[in-house]
């Protein structure tokens, strides 16, 4: 049974940083991409960002790249560095995979995990 477990969620101010992590198991993941998504209350999925087996990486937009960074440690487990937190970031964060390259599709991704809650007070 393939799973996806993240980790790292929990209750920060405005301007900490904080670092999710996820990691599969069940399956190798060599040839899948892994991706962040979250769900704010009331708004649908969006993506974040998303990472290759070898590295390669697509951020949503400006105003994520450049405090998110997203990076894989191995097949299995791979990382979301965030700083610079500001409220709007307060969210559920789900952690994907696909089998292929990375992508921003919510419909692309064979996997998904539970989530982990970030929270970030003013």
């Known amino acids: 049974q393939v799973q996806l477990v993240e980790s790292g969620g929990g209750l920060v101010q405005a301007g900490d940083s904080l670092r999710l992590s996820c990691a599969g198991s069940g399956r190798t993941f060599n040839t899948y991409a892994m991706a962040w998504f979250r769900q704010a209350p009331g708004k649908e999925r969006e993506f974040v960002a998303s990472?290759?087996?070898?590295?390669?990486?697509i951020y949503r937009e400006n105003s994520v790249k450049g405090r998110f960074t997203i990076s894989r440690e191995n097949s299995k487990t791979m990382s979301l560095q965030i700083n610079s937190l500001k409220p709007e970031d307060t969210a559920v964060y789900y952690c994907a995979a696909r089998d292929g390259r990375p992508s921003s599709g919510t419909g692309e991704y064979d996997y998904w995990g539970q989530g982990t809650q970030v929270t970030v007070s003013s």
């Open positions: 990472i290759s087996w070898s590295g390669f990486s």
